[in-house]
């Protein structure tokens, strides 16, 4: 069977379109960093933190913030939280049932300058900075 001239080019159109979308999936999935890339030394923070978080220990995970801590749950509850308001809303952060916070097991990480960054399936996105050697939570802030 012979092709015309228009229906080659359609066709070559056609290969290439899905060679450049099968790339651009390859590039985002390279991109696309998890916990477990993460240095040793923030894994290792991370898993402290969130094993405080599932024992509902409000002062420990409280240790592991730096107050005034910035916070976003919804459009007009957003702002800076201090240490005392934190405890009253530890549930507001992580949930009705704490041992239950993050279920993922290599959840989505990124690091941008001093910043880290979890973020979770349900489009929290949790932020720590490392200061004096220590890392600690800054932010907390679900995406719309």
């Known amino acids: 069977m012979l092709l015309t001239q228009e229906e080659d080019t ?20 390279q991109s696309e960093k998890h916990l477990s890339s993460a240095p040793r030394e923030f894994r290792t923070f991370v898993s402290k933190f969130l094993g405080a978080v599932r024992r509902g220990d409000k002062v420990a995970v409280a240790g592991m913030a730096r107050f005034p801590l910035s916070f976003g749950f919804d459009t007009g509850d957003e702002g800076k939280m201090t240490r005392t308001k934190f405890y009253k809303r530890f549930r507001d952060f992580f949930g009705k049932s704490p041992s239950k916070f993050l279920p993922e097991r290599d959840p989505e990480y990124s690091h ?12 929290a996105q949790l932020n720590f900075e490392k ?5 600690y939570l800054v932010s907390y802030v679900v995406e719309p």
Not at 12 to 23: D, E, G, N, P, R
Not at 112 to 119: N, W
Not at 131 to 135: L, M, S
């Open 131 to 135: 200061r004096a050697g220590k890392f």
């Open 10 to 29: 359609m066709k070559k159109i056609a290969i290439v379109s899905v060679l450049v979308f099968m790339m651009c999936g390859a590039a985002a999935a």
């Open 112 to 123: 941008d300058g001093g910043t880290y960054s979890i973020i979770t399936k349900d489009a």
